[in-house]
């Protein structure tokens, strides 16, 4: 996964965005947070640049005080491509499977994904 920092990617990223909502809605708004200073000290992750297939926001894990904290670990998801977001949540360490997170996405196979990856991890979803 690639965090982009750099405004003109973020910025690129926003306008892609806003041409799929309202699916992409979730991603948005931190999107446009992180590009107009980021007071809430998240990150914004992409499979790939420029032709991404997901695109997932999170708080930076140093920012991460409190991994019960459900509340403030939230993740949010846009995806082109179902089968990147299933690479991601099966593959990677972009989501800490091993705190309390709530993950926000609009489309469908979003849920059917995070249920199917954590049951191969033994975890359970509520």
């Known amino acids: 996964m690639l965090i982009l920092k750099c405004p003109g990617q973020l910025q690129r990223l926003e306008e892609t965005l806003r041409r799929n909502l309202p699916l992409a809605l979730p991603v948005l708004g931190t999107v446009m947070t992180v590009a107009r200073g980021n007071p809430a000290s998240y990150e914004v992750l992409v ?6 297939g997901v695109v997932l926001t999170r708080l930076r894990p140093e920012e991460n005080r409190d991994p019960k904290d459900f509340y403030t670990n939230q993740l949010t998801v846009f995806y082109r ?26 489309q469908d196979g979003t849920y ?14 509520e």
């Not at 491509?81 to 609009?106: K, P, S």
């Open 81 to 106: 491509d179902e089968g990147a977001w299933r690479e991601l949540l099966g593959g990677t360490e972009a989501v800490g499977w091993m705190q309390a997170f709530q993950m926000h996405g609009m």
């Open 47 to 52: 499979d790939s640049w420029p032709h991404f």
């Open 112 to 125: 059917e994904a995070m249920r199917e990856a954590a049951e191969a991890k033994g975890l359970q979803l």
